[in-house]
């Protein structure tokens, strides 16, 4: 691979079947049944893949008791198998659990707890399993609002895996985006390598692409986003540079999609939602990952003249999404943000990193930039002039995970380290975690 080859977020720090050499007789044996029995499409991390068998906090264990820092799970994001989710789940699961076609108070409760957590526009919530359904529905809701089906979203985004959603997500491959003549992409505002202020250029090229649905009879539906850029490079600064964009958006009479499966629940570290940041007002939001600390919930949130519409012609039905057991670890969820101070320790813990790496970083040449919000930061690396260099950021992904710490890589060139551990890390766990990387890129 030249360092200019862009390269599919999700492949980005792929485990290589080619290359074996040094795994062990049992990863070598899993490795084989797993491709044998689950097929190709299923990647795995890291040079050496990882059997994980226990989690507690901020850390890992392996099947021989190695401990690792989880510097990159944002699923576990209150902390792996924290106490108060393990026992909300619990006790719901040894009551009941059943279909949303019944009335449960918490299941209402809940959705009145987190619109709370929203501007007032924004005061609906529907729930499904994953990230990629809750997309798959604000796309629905979209067009349906709209009447047309023109979807924009970024040249190495990750939206999800459903049919229409996939189409959305050109970092899984150009196949995923090929046959969707409603899917424009533009590039993402990436205010390292953008001369001139990348709100007003992201605008621009937003607006590009509305023209050229509407030219093209397709019509303009929606842009989808991610307000932190995760598959993109990871992409902070310089707010509100996403405004134009949103203005250029409503204009045209579009609505916006904020994606906040990666930036939602606190990460960022400035707010609960990645998209206050930027000062705007979505239509639609969703979130999942991190909603249910690893139980399968996620949903959207949006204006209810939205919701009213929508429901007036179509029904929507979800056996799993939003049930009671999903919902009491949701719960959980937003009250243990709200008890331990979660958004401000990102903030405050997040800062603590940055200032770190940023001291580190003058005496390494191949640090290009280094770039966060809260407790989601990036390292780019690259090469003599500037160009990225996806090679670096592996090999420091690799020789960060021999030395017990869990990061990744991601952008469209790869070339970005993805750091993203659990909102409950501590100060030794930031300072352990900056030890390990400077004996790394030393
Ligand atoms: N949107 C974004 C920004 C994501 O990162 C992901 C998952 N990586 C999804 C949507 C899809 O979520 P899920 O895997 O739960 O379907």
Known sequence: MTTLDRVGALSVNGFDASSTVGLSTRTLDLVERRRRVLGPAYH????????LVRGEGAYVYDADGTRYLDMYNNVASVGHCHPRVVDAVTRQMSRINT?????????????EDLVGTFPENLSTAMFTCTGSEANDLALRIARHATGRQGIIVTESAYHGGTVDV???SPSMGPASVRDAEWVRTVPAPDAYRV????GTWFAEKVQAQIDDLVCSGVGFAALMVDSIFASDGILPEPTPFL?????VVHAAGGLLIADEVQPGFGRLGASMWGFERHGLLPDIVTMGKPMGNGMPIAGLVMQSSLAESFGRDLRYFNTFGGNPVTVAAAQAVLDVIR????VANSASMGSRMLTGLRGLAPGIDSIGDIRGAGLFVGVEFIGPVGEPDPAEALRVVNAMKER?????ATGLYGNTLKIRPPLTIESGDVDLFLDMFA????
């Open 99 to 111: 279909h949303t076609r019944y009335l449960h108070e918490a299941v209402i409760g809940y959705a």
């Open 439 to 442: 004996a790394v890129v030393a």
């Open 404 to 408: 017990g710490v869990l990061i990744s």
């Open 44 to 51: 795995l991390m890291y040079e050496s893949p990882l059997e």
């Open 195 to 198: 001369d001139g202020d990348p």
């Open 243 to 247: 405004k134009p964009a949103a203005d």
């Open 339 to 342: 008890d331990e101070e979660l």
């Open 166 to 168: 996939a189409a959305c």
